[in-house]
């Protein structure tokens, strides 16, 4: 499993800007169907971090919002690379086209 952008061999030539912006692309070029089961994988990972917020009142709430909120890419990058890779050549063809 992939985990960073930067161990994606296609895009090792770019900067992380452009990295992103074919991720970008080829998340554009998912059908309805595979965004939305894109949408129910991420919401099933993050359900369990963020049922827990519930439990936190005032001050204590603090670390637990840091901790989710960089918790989210964390988690959520890994997923979005795996719904990716299958329109990546296309994506960064589509890029290279738009640098020209």
């Keep these: 499993m992939i985990f960073r952008l930067s161990q994606v061999t296609e895009l090792s030539t770019l900067s ?20 939305v089961f894109l949408a129910v ?26 901790v989710a909120g960089l918790a989210y890419p964390l988690l959520t ?10 329109n990546i050549d296309q994506a960064l063809e589509q890029f290279k086209q738009s640098q020209t």
């Design 41 to 66: 994988c991420k919401l099933t990972l993050l359900t369990p971090l963020f049922m827990a917020l519930a439990y936190f009142e005032g001050w204590a709430l603090l670390p637990v919002l840091l």
């Design 77 to 86: 990058a890994p997923i979005e690379i795996q719904f990716a890779l299958k």
């Design 16 to 35: 992380l800007r452009d990295k992103q912006k074919v991720k970008a692309i080829a998340l554009s070029m998912l059908s309805a169907k595979s965004k």
